[in-house]
């Protein structure tokens, strides 16, 4: 039996350890916020919906990822559950109010409509600030931090530009009939 050791061996067992263990920390998360959403609003549809939006935030701030740092190491990689937490919390606001408005009788259109420039911007002040939170961190020296903070600044934008953008037309394509 041989076994290897070393520095570089231990950092490459520990990432493969906390990136699996972030996958799992992930899909419990992502399903614990589905089922609280569900709980909430007392229906699975729009909370189905806003959780497509959020994977879709979550896939364009994979790319960014890649684009901006291209890896993640031993601290960013828990930004996945930071965007599930935080991300759908626009999803939630939006759904909300397009809900109530539903409730009093509005067309889809203009539900959809009324709710956008309702909460639109607030949703995006929320983002921008929480954005701007984030990247403060990434002036600390400390390179694990810097880039977590990178990294989940630019992904709680596209998250949020998801619950703007995504969700309203998802929304739209499956409440327009009713």
């Not at 684009?67 to 937490?85: P, W």
């Not at 400390?142 to 949020?160: P, R, V």
């Not at 953008?165 to 327009?176: A, E, F, Q």
């Amino acid at each position: 039996k041989i076994g290897l050791t070393g520095l570089p061996i231990m950092e490459h067992d520990e990432m493969q350890s906390s990136q699996s263990s972030m996958f799992w920390a992930s899909v419990v998360s992502l399903i614990g916020v589905a089922l609280l959403f569900i709980a909430g609003f007392g229906g699975i549809r729009h909370a189905m919906l806003a959780n497509a939006a959020l994977l879709i935030g979550m896939a364009w701030a994979f790319g960014y990822v890649t684009l901006s740092i291209g890896h993640l190491n031993i601290l960013s990689v828990s930004f996945t559950v930071t965007l599930i937490g935080i991300g759908i919390d626009y999803g939630v606001y939006y759904s909300a109010r397009y809900l109530q408005l539903r409730g009093q009788r509005r067309g889809c259109n203009e539900a959809l409509i009324e709710t956008s420039r309702g909460v639109g911007p607030a949703i995006l002040t929320g983002a921008v600030t929480t954005a701007v939170a984030f990247f403060a961190a990434g002036f600390t020296h400390f390179t694990g931090i810097a880039e977590l903070g990178i990294i989940a600044g630019g992904g709680i934008l596209l998250c949020a530009v998801s619950q703007l953008v995504v969700l309203p037309g998802i929304i739209c394509l499956v409440d327009r009939s009713s």
